[in-house]
């Protein structure tokens, strides 16, 4: 079983359209990410819930707008697509909660490639 | 806020040989993790290595082993006995203790391992 999966993988789209990326993890972490790694491959956190709260908002144009239905689940949906936001976004979880399951670590998905055209 | 440096954008080295990956970091904070991250060629993130700052003793992971200098905060990868399929982008990171887990990570390491 895939511990965290993104689907899609790959997405080629055009620019103005409006896509969604979804992100599941069977880990039963409490915390749930969303990274962007750009062209030179430098990754940075956008967005972060816990327990479906909204804790980390990073300075992300409004146009990608986070949903998560529950702890389980993050989604990620991009309105208006330009060609600057072409990259491979990363979901990833993690235990918050302090104790001993909080190790720091992240668990990461397999990463899904976004192409605008 | 906390940054992160990885000043060797590239390096290689020869199969079997060591090498030595470097990293250094800045944080007003006491307790913080510090991690390597490894991405092979088809892009999955896998964790190489974890250290907790309050920790004195280097960790070590098989070949993996970190020399954690917390006063020169420094957090350096040395991969021994190098095989092929280490070949990847090697990503330092750190993220604070207390609840918060947001890894701020550096710019990365391109490995080549060679024959």
């Known amino acids: 079983d895939t511990a965290v999966s993104q689907t899609p993988k790959y997405l080629v789209t055009q620019m103005g359209n409006d896509k969604s990326i979804k992100c599941e993890q069977n880990?039963?972490?409490?915390?749930m990410y969303w990274y962007k790694q750009d062209s030179k491959k430098f990754l940075k956190i956008m967005f972060s819930?816990?327990?479906?709260?909204?804790?980390i908002n990073e300075t992300v144009p409004n146009r990608f707008s986070p949903k998560s239905p529950d702890k389980a689940h993050l989604n990620l949906h991009i309105n208006s697509l330009e060609l600057g936001d072409s990259a491979v976004y990363f979901c990833?979880?993690?235990?918050?909660?302090?104790?001993?399951?909080?190790?720091?670590?992240?668990?990461f998905g397999e990463g899904s490639r976004l192409t605008v055209l | 806020a906390q940054t992160v440096t990885q000043s060797q954008p590239e390096m290689s080295v020869q199969e079997a040989e060591t090498v030595t990956l470097s990293c250094t970091y800045d944080?007003?904070?006491?307790?913080?993790?510090l991690f390597w991250y490894k991405q092979p060629p088809s892009r999955q993130m896998i964790l190489v290595i974890r250290?907790?700052?309050?920790?004195?003793q280097n960790a070590t992971e098989n070949r993996f082993s970190v020399n954690f200098q917390k006063a020169a905060k420094s957090f350096s990868l040395k991969i021994s006995d190098s095989q092929l399929g280490d070949t990847a982008m090697y990503f330092c990171?750190?993220?604070?203790?207390?609840?918060?887990?947001?890894?701020?990570f550096g710019t990365g390491t391109q490995l080549k391992v060679e024959l």
């Open positions: 990171a750190s993220s604070l203790t207390g609840g918060g887990n947001k890894l701020t």
């Open positions: 990833a979880s993690s235990q918050r909660r302090s104790g001993i399951l909080n190790t720091g670590e992240l668990f």
């Open positions: 250290q907790e700052a309050y920790k004195q």
């Open positions: 880990l039963g972490h409490d915390t």
């Open positions: 819930y816990n327990n479906k709260e909204l804790i």
């Open positions: 944080t007003s904070e006491s307790n913080y993790y």
